[in-house]
T-cell receptor, first 115, second 115 residues
Framework: AQSVTQPDIHITVSEGASLELRCNYSYGATPYLFWYVQSPGQGLQLLLKYFSGDTLVQGIKGFEAEFKRSQSSFNLRKPSVHWSDAAEYFCAVGASNFGNEKLTFGTGTRLTIIP | DADVTQTPRNRITKTGKRIMLECSQTKGHDRMYWYRQDPGLGLRLIYYSFDVKDINKGEISDGYSVSRQAQAKFSLSLESAIPNQTALYFC??????????????FGPGTRLTVL
């Protein structure tokens, strides 16, 4: 079974600073990887996903993530954060084998932006 | 109009009451899911359905039941609500695009409080 760890419960970043949110996964084969964002009072919105190919994935709102198989990681980055990026971010892993078609979510990282 | 809708958006009920949460989608997806979100625990899968005749338990199905009335409708029931079922509940949908686990699209959530 797959699992996801987001080591940082809460991160505070100054507006305009760079951001990196960590995600580590456990899965025996090549995983499908996702980052979702949840703004206050809202549902989850997909930021980006990785299935195969280029390990650097571009997403919406200026976010990108890099799949590193050797480190079992899929960290999310943004070069310059905006106040509107304050939200909770969830990494998720999906199995690539049929018969186990489920997403497993991490516990989330809450991002606070300070002026 | 939203692609995935949930009703009600907020509900307060008492221990022992039967509660139904409803989810409707206009995306034409076959796959639907119910999750609960608790602070610090991320999202956990309760039930999922890959078509009208296919219902599967997730990791935390005890105390819950579901009904897939049509391709577009998936309801979650709490037969006898208890306080530790107080949580934020999300419905999600996904299409079968040929990969085992593809992007899920989330509704806005239902906040349930059991007193």
């Amino acid at each position: 079974a797959q699992s996801v760890t987001q080591p940082d419960i809460h991160i505070t970043v100054s507006e305009g600073a760079s951001l990196e949110l960590r995600c580590n996964y456990s899965y025996g084969a090549t995983p499908y990887l996702f980052w979702y964002v949840q703004s206050p009072g809202q549902g989850l919105q997909l930021l980006l996903k990785y299935f195969s190919g280029d390990t650097l994935v571009q997403g919406i709102k200026g976010f990108e993530a890099e799949f590193k198989r050797s480190q079992s990681s899929f960290n999310l980055r943004k070069p310059s954060v905006h106040w509107s990026d304050a939200a909770e971010y969830f990494c998720a892993v999906g199995a690539s084998n049929f018969g186990n078609e489920k997403l497993t979510f991490g516990t989330g990282t809450r991002l606070t932006i300070i002026p | 109009d939203a692609d995935v809708t949930q009703t009600p958006r907020n509900r307060i009920t008492k221990t022992g009451k039967r509660i139904m949460l409803e989810c409707s989608q206009t995306k034409g997806h076959d796959r639907m899911y119910w999750y609960r979100q608790d602070p610090g625990l991320g999202l956990r899968l309760i039930y999922y359905s890959f078509d009208v005749k296919d219902i599967n338990k997730g990791e935390i199905s005890d105390g819950y039941s579901v009904s897939r009335q049509a391709q577009a409708k998936f309801s979650l029931s709490l037969e006898s609500a208890i306080p530790n079922q107080t949580a934020l509940y999300f419905c999600a949908t996904s299409d079968f695009s040929g990969v085992s686990t593809d992007t899920q699209y989330f509704g806005p959530g239902t906040r349930l409080t059991v007193l």
